[in-house]
Each structure stands twice: as C-alpha cells, then as structure tokens.
C-alpha cells in the first residue's frame, strides 16, 4: 500500500483522537479541522459551506450549520476528510420557590461530527478505511465513535456516473444520556454520484450506511443521505440535501428516526 495511503490512515485516527476531547463540552467546529488539515497543496480540493437545516423527530427546530470538506485523488487513492456542525439558540427555564417558572439565559445547542475515509484502489477493487465521530444534544447523544475497515467495488465506474459499495467490520463506541456501550459491528454502505449531461455543472449523490450490532443482533444504524450540488457564479455554488438517521435502539424517551433537510451556500477551492 502506498505510503500516501498509510499517512491517510495515520491521519484519520489522530483526528479521531483529536475530536474525542472536543466532544465533552460539544466545541467541535468545522474551524478544528481546517486547521487539522493540511494546507491546499496540488491535487487537494476543498469546499467550505454554511446555510440552514430543520429537524424532525427529537427535535422540530431550525438551526444554522457549518460544513467543511477536503479531498484528493490521484487514480489509485482516494481520501475525504469532513467536519461539520449545527447550532441553535434555546432559552432555560427555571423554577421559582413558589412554583411558577420562567425562561432566561440562552445557550448554544447542536451537533457535530467528523467522519474520514481512504480508499485504495486493488484491480476492480478497493480497501477502504473510515473513521467517524458524532455529538449530538437534540438526540441525547454524548459521542458515538465509529472505525471501520473492508472491502468495496464500483459496480459502475464512470466519469459521468459511478456506483460502489462496500462492506466491512467495524467497532462502536457511544454514550446516549449516561448510557455507554462498544461493540464490534457489520458495516455495509453503497454511494451514487452522477452529473447528468442534461443540467450542466449540477451534481447529484446519494448514499447510505448500515450498522449490525454483533453482541445485540436486533440492534441497527442506518444512516442515509441524498443531496444536489447547482452551481452559482464563480467558485461559489448551492448545496440542497436531506438526510436520515435511524437508531433500533435510541434510549429511553429518544425517537428511533431522525429527519433533516440542508440548505447551504458552498465555495469550492
């Protein structure tokens, strides 16, 4: 495997380590890891966004998001690295001595995470290596760090259209409420990326994940996502997703679905 490869690797599991200390006071930003990541060198494509999301299931609230993301390719290997996160401003409520309560001082609430992924390329398959963190107030969830290693093949290889999937073993570490649990885990996921010949410039993904608890067989992650990139004037473009992630066993009083939908304004460098 090329040394580029085994720095990648080296690299996604010290930004792990690096977002682990972050999560306890939930300061992850998508600032952390732009400065974690190299400077812009040949071959390195960076996107940096922000815009709006709203939520449904735990939460049927509107906040505002951060999102940056670097990648490079040279043929053979394939590395991602993204950060992201959103806030939202929610008032305290108190109770007075004789009952009756009001609300005052705001505090910042939301989620972030990370997730990075290297792909080498071996004949008409790849090896893949992930590395993924989550902090997320709206659904209780405290941390939920994922590493996975497999296997993975373009089904349709295309410069206008490609289609891979991939599985793999992976561990879980997590904390939902006071709650914490770590297993090892089966990881299948499949990814589209198209760019039609009819909308010029515009680009359309689409990709989903799943993980089987192995220790709790009737336990489940699915994560999916789908989203459209339409471009503006000069570098600048606009970015349109929705996203869905499904927990068999969230934890008490926590819905096991949880929806949103992104608006964002993307530069791309």
Known sequence: MKATTTFSFVAAFAAASAFADATSDATATAVDLAEAIPEASSGWETKLSAGFETYSGNTDKDAVNGRIETQKSDGATVVIASAEGAWEQQEKTYVREDGSTYEDDER?????????????????????????????????????????????????????????????????????????????????????????????????????????DLDDTDHWLVGAEAGADVPLAGSFSLVLKAAVDYNSDPGEGVDKTDRKVIAQLAYTF
């Open 108 to 212: 910042t609430v939301g989620n972030a995470k990370f997730d990075v992924n290297v792909k080498e390329r071996l004949g008409g398959f790849f090896v893949y290596g992930n590395v993924n963190g989550k902090h997320d107030d709206m659904s209780d969830l405290k941390y939920r760090f994922v590493e996975s290693l497999g296997l993975g093949t373009y089904l349709v290889d295309e410069d206008a259209l490609k289609f891979s999937v991939e599985g793999g073993i992976a561990y879980v570490q997590e904390k939902i409420g006071s709650e914490k649990d770590d297993y090892p885990a089966l990881r299948l996921a499949e990814r589209v990326d198209w760019k039609p010949a009819w909308a010029e410039g515009i680009s359309f993904y689409e990709t989903a994940a799943a993980l089987w």
